[in-house]
């Protein structure tokens, strides 16, 4: 196969996000074959045929919609090991320890965070549109991927979905003004339809200024990062992506530093640790073993509690007012004038989705080194490589 001659359009680059130059050297897979070759390697990994494609499906969806430090890049790095390391259970079935009917609390079991969050947005959907709310508690969970992929299966069925999630007892974010590391990124994500005609609205953020992937991601290009993302022991600005994973680097909260608003993405981190661990008795980052040693990062992201919340309004008023309503409130956004007409105004979700309807059209962008390393995957489980499209510039 080969790519069209021409480029699919893309949204412009927000300020910190890269630019076409920097993915000169991608290929492009088609999308099914992607989501094709990750859910037999689930599969393969011993997780069950529908859990699989669940899990492809989410970490997929990150590559699809250019959110890639939390796409297939993370299988080699973050999946996979889990299940050698024994950290996660492929074939876990969660276990219902409470069922009130609205409100639902599961023990995860170790299973996959890539599905189980998928499951329990789904099981929460249900139970709102009989109560017109519902929510799943889970504690004992795995990392989950993009929150927004999940909770882009509320807005599907026209209901309001919210996920948040800890990272369980790892400890890499310091409260303003203490020594110790004593929190995660702490990642939740909002989604609701914008009517019919326009793509859902969808937040997925973490609680410090940039997840760790983004960080992650510019160490492996080798790139220096921009000063606000890390700050060293004594509060000072760090531009080397590496010192994340040395353990001298620490994030900083959404709002930068005190006196510009470290408090409220610190806030923000704690209504996630309540909302998402407190309340399914999962493992906390805030304990007293955070405050041994000399404050460095500590624990890992091991039994992680996840909140799955839906609203259906449409169990509460008329389905079609609301959609309607949706529809009128974000129309408005994306008709505000812009101060610069190459910047139009848009909402969160929007650029997404029209990133993902190019990617399906085009072909999913992904990098050669990224390629090899699928293709080592395909050759060690004996799986299906993902088939890679030639590049604009390359010979045909």
């Keep these: 196969m080969t790519t069209s001659a021409t480029e699919p359009t893309k949204p412009t680059p927000g300020p ?24 037999e390697v689930f599969a393969a990994r011993g997780v069950p045929a529908r859990r699989a494609r669940l899990a492809a499906e989410a ?20 999946y996979l090991p889990l299940f050698d390391d024994k950290r996660a259970d492929p074939a876990a079935e969660p276990e219902v320890l409470a069922d009130r009917g609205a409100a639902v609390l599961l023990d995860s079991r170790r299973s996959l965070g890539l599905w189980s969050a998928s499951e329990a947005m789904d099981l929460a959907v249900d139970r709102a549109t009989e109560y017109g709310i519902g ?50 990124t702490n990642p939740l994500s909002i989604a609701a339809p914008a009517g019919p005609e326009l793509p ?58 005190p006196e510009t608003g470290a408090y409220k993405g610190y806030g923000l981190a704690l ?41 259906a309004p449409g169990a509460l008023r008329p389905a ?8 009128g409130l974000f129309q408005a956004l994306l008709d505000c004038p812009p101060i610069d007409p190459a910047r139009p105004v848009s909402y ?14 085009d072909g999913v962008p992904v990098s050669r080194a990224l390629c090899a390393e699928l293709n080592a995957v395909a ?10 499209t030639r590049v604009e510039g390359d010979p045909a």
């Excluded at 970490?59 to 973050?78: C, E």
């Excluded at 937040?203 to 000063?227: F, H, K, W, Y």
């Excluded at 080397?240 to 994973?245: E, G, K, Q, T, V």
């Design 271 to 311: 209504l996630v640790e309540v909302l998402a661990a407190l309340v399914p008795g999962a493992g906390l980052g805030p304990a007293a073993e955070a405050l041994d040693g000399d404050g460095s990062p500590s624990g890992r992201d091991d039994d992680i509690g996840i909140l799955a919340l839906a609203v």
């Design 135 to 184: 929510l799943v508690s889970l504690r004992d969970a795995t990392h989950f991927g993009c929150a927004g992929v999940h909770t882009a299966r509320a807005a599907a069925r026209d209901a309001i979905g919210i996920l948040a999630s800890n990272c369980g007892g790892q400890r890499i974010g310091r409260p303003p003004g203490g020594r110790a590391a004593m929190l995660g």
């Design 200 to 257: 859902p609205f969808v937040l997925d953020m973490s609680t410090t200024v940039v997840p760790t992937g983004r960080v992650r991601q510019a160490a492996r290009a080798g790139q220096s990062i921009p000063e606000g993302w890390l700050q060293d022991i004594e509060g000072r600005p760090v531009t080397d992506p590496s010192a994340l994973d040395r353990g001298d680097g620490y994030p900083m909260w959404l709002g930068g530093r």
């Design 16 to 39: 910190m996000e890269p630019g076409p130059e920097a993915f000169r050297d991608d290929v492009r897979v088609p999308y099914d074959d992607l989501l094709t070759f990750a859910a």
């Design 379 to 388: 050759a060690e489980l004996g799986v299906t490589a993902p088939p890679a």
């Design 320 to 327: 079609d007012g609301f959609l309607g309503q949706a529809e």
């Design 348 to 361: 969160p979700g929007h650029r997404e989705a029209l990133t993902q309807r190019a990617a399906r059209r």
């Design 59 to 78: 970490l997929v969806y990150g590559d699809l919609a250019g959110l890639r430090s939390h796409g297939l890049t993370n299988l080699t790095r973050l």
